[in-house]
């Protein structure tokens, strides 16, 4: 996924002569706590955020080119960059939004912590069959059958406990990845185990085909 498909296009952004009070205004009406200030041609030069409106109005400054912060101090994303480089931005920055520009530094869209919190919640919701499905896609010339044969004897190494083919593809069929990340320690834990499914059947395929 990139960027681009992760950002929210409508956006209200502010120019460098708009009044601190419009701009209070403004963010006010949209329910915004930060927002990209652009010059004629919608290129990025500065960032305002809702405590800086609020010092603004406090110190009686006019112009919002007075209390932003400038095009240096600002963290952006391009537009074809992979979307895991803003989660990682806002994520290590504790940043609200991350604005994506194009190549001509124009600003197209944001992308916002409470949209990237939304994505993982439905991505939590997904079935874990999903995700073999797409792993069966990937691995050209494997069966269904195979890739859980090959899982459960994947599960029986980690686990310890004995599961067949069956067991293991109705558990993928009720689960959910959140669950499976809980259940199996951890996201690191839950692709660790994808991969060593994927060797698995790999060398289980290459084992048949020697014989």
């Known amino acids: 996924m990139k960027a681009k498909e992760l950002m929210d296009k409508n956006f209200v ?21 930060t927002c990209p200030v652009v010059n004629e041609n ?5 960032w305002v955020t809702s405590f800086e409106i609020t010092k603004g109005l406090r110190q009686g ?9 400038g095009y240096e101090e600002i963290s952006t994303v391009h537009e074809n960059d992979p979307a895991s480089k803003a989660v990682i931005l806002t994520a290590n920055n504790k940043f609200v ?14 992308v916002r912590a409470c949209d990237i919190v939304e994505l993982l919640s439905e991505l939590y919701d997904i079935k874990v069959y999903k995700l073999y499905e797409a792993m069966q896609h990937q691995l050209k ?49 839950f692709f660790a185990g994808l991969i060593s499914v994927g060797e698995m059947v790999i060398a289980r395929k290459v084992g048949k085909a020697k014989k």
């Open 42 to 46: 919608k290129q990025l030069v500065g």
């Open 13 to 33: 952004y502010l120019n460098c002569d708009d009044t601190v009070i419009d701009a209070s205004l403004a963010m006010e009406d949209v329910r915004r706590f």
């Open 61 to 69: 400054n006019d112009k919002i080119s007075e209390i932003m912060s």
């Open 141 to 189: 010339g494997v069966t269904w059958d195979e890739l859980m044969a090959a899982s459960a004897l994947v599960s029986k190494k980690t686990t310890g406990v004995k599961i067949s083919p069956e067991e293991y593809e109705d558990n993928i069929m009720n689960s959910t990845f959140g669950e499976a990340i809980w259940a199996t320690g951890g996201l690191e834990k």
């Open 97 to 110: 939004t991350v604005p994506v520009v194009n190549d001509d530094n124009q600003v197209i869209g944001m």
